[in-house]
């Protein structure tokens, strides 16, 4: 969404929510790849998986209109119309909505990334694209909000809720598993505190929800030659099952709306791999632009804005 002019009791900044982006027709799957490969070319095969991949959430992802729902929501429980969206990878790129925000007269933004959770390789990237577009602007960043109350309260809701789905004694009997977005395991000799601020959140939601352990896993691994953080969840889910345990609620606590990692590489893929293994696996509801989340983005800008001195 755009911005309009702010009255004086109005936040006197913008709000940038950035993404990942995704693309939003098959056509647009080549391309995509190309620039998060930085303009390298990929092989026939790697465009052909991904567009199988998008072709069986619909032939596209829901991603872009889900930031949209979230910035609407956050601009009227902030009562300030300046939230934009910005995607790193597609359009709407990241460096154009800066260009945008500049020219619609704001020289504050408080620049949110919709991941709570810090790694050099994503919320760091997302800084080095403001940073090369920023041109003037002043800019309030946000690293990290992985312990923010708001959003664990959001996270733990849908837990309970899971829960809820598999009846009676479903606390003492269904495993729970918690996923994040796997990542090169090279980050970890860099001492990137990603991991641990994964386990920092699910200790959080465990304990407001009452359940004394889970199991976490990774998930949506990169096609590459290299090493990527785990287990992944599909290996957990067939240990899981190898125990005994053949009720499994999974929770991606490192997504925040629904997009292809959520819609592909859990409701399908996992579980096809549960179908094979006898177990039910469900999956908590993705916050999107629930209120409870939406008091979560709220908290965290107007904190944001707080500690630059704008508020």
């Given at each position: 969404?755009?911005?309009?002019s702010?009255?004086?009791?109005?936040p006197?900044y913008?709000?940038?929510?950035?993404?990942?982006?995704?693309?939003?027709?098959?056509?647009?799957?080549?391309?995509?790849?190309?620039?998060?490969?930085?303009?390298?070319?990929?092989?026939a095969?790697?465009?052909?998986?991904?567009?199988?991949?998008?072709?069986?959430?619909g032939?596209?992802?829901?991603?872009?209109?889900?930031?949209?729902?979230?910035?609407?929501?956050?601009?009227?429980?902030?009562?300030?119309?300046?939230?934009?969206?910005?995607m790193?990878?597609?359009?709407?790129?990241?460096?154009?909505?800066?260009?945008?925000?500049?020219a619609?007269?704001?020289?504050k933004?408080?620049?949110?990334?919709?991941?709570?959770?810090?790694?050099?390789l994503?919320?760091?990237?997302?800084?080095?694209?403001?940073?090369?577009?920023?041109?003037?602007?002043?800019?309030?960043?946000?690293?990290?909000?992985?312990?923010?109350?708001?959003?664990?309260?959001?996270?733990?809701?849908?837990v309970?809720?899971?829960?809820?789905?598999?009846?009676?004694?479903?606390?003492?009997?269904?495993?729970l598993?918690?996923?994040?977005?796997?990542?090169?395991?090279?980050?970890?000799?860099?001492?990137?505190?990603?991991?641990?601020?994964l386990?920092?959140?699910?200790?959080?939601?465990?304990?407001?929800?009452?359940?004394?352990?889970?199991?976490?896993?990774?998930?949506?691994?990169?096609?590459?030659?290299?090493?990527?953080?785990?287990?992944?969840?599909?290996?957990?889910?067939?240990?899981?099952?190898?125990?005994?345990?053949?009720e499994?609620?999974?929770?991606?606590?490192?997504?925040?709306?629904?997009?292809?990692?959520?819609?592909?590489?859990?409701?399908?893929?996992?579980?096809?791999?549960?179908?094979?293994?006898?177990?039910?696996?469900?999956?908590?509801?993705?916050?999107?632009?629930?209120?409870?989340?939406?008091?979560?983005?709220?908290?965290?800008?107007?904190?944001?804005?707080?500690?630059?001195?704008?508020?």
């Amino acid at each position: 969404m755009t911005a309009g002019s702010m009255s004086a009791d109005r936040p006197g900044y913008a709000v940038l929510l950035v993404a990942y982006g995704s693309p939003q027709t098959l056509d647009e799957v080549e391309p995509y790849l190309r620039d998060i490969r930085g303009g390298r070319q990929s092989s026939a095969e790697a465009v052909e998986d991904l567009r199988r991949r998008y072709l069986a959430i619909g032939g596209r992802s829901p991603l872009l209109e889900r930031t949209a729902a979230q910035a609407a929501a956050l601009a009227r429980k902030l009562d300030n119309p300046a939230i934009f969206v910005g995607m790193r990878h597609w359009r709407p790129y990241i460096r154009d909505v800066l260009g945008v925000i500049r020219a619609q007269g704001h020289d504050k933004v408080v620049v949110l990334p919709l991941a709570p959770h810090y790694s050099r390789l994503s919320i760091g990237a997302y800084q080095q694209a403001v940073e090369a577009a920023r041109n003037g602007l002043q800019i309030a960043m946000v690293t990290q909000w992985f312990d923010e109350p708001a959003f664990l309260d959001a996270v733990a809701s849908r837990v309970a809720l899971g829960l809820r789905s598999f009846g009676d004694g479903a606390r003492g009997r269904v495993s729970l598993v918690f996923t994040a977005h796997s990542l090169p395991t090279r980050i970890l000799a860099d001492g990137d505190p990603y991991p641990d601020q994964l386990k920092a959140s699910v200790a959080g939601v465990l304990e407001r929800v009452g359940v004394a352990a889970a199991k976490f896993a990774f998930q949506s691994a990169g096609r590459t030659p290299e090493a990527w953080l785990g287990p992944e969840v599909g290996t957990v889910v067939s240990q899981l099952a190898q125990e005994g345990s053949r009720e499994v609620l999974v929770c991606p606590i490192g997504f925040v709306s629904d997009h292809l990692e959520v819609l592909y590489d859990i409701d399908i893929e996992l579980r096809e791999v549960a179908r094979r293994e006898g177990t039910r696996v469900e999956r908590t509801a993705s916050l999107n632009d629930d209120d409870q989340f939406i008091s979560a983005l709220a908290a965290v800008a107007s904190n944001a804005a707080r500690q630059a001195g704008w508020a």
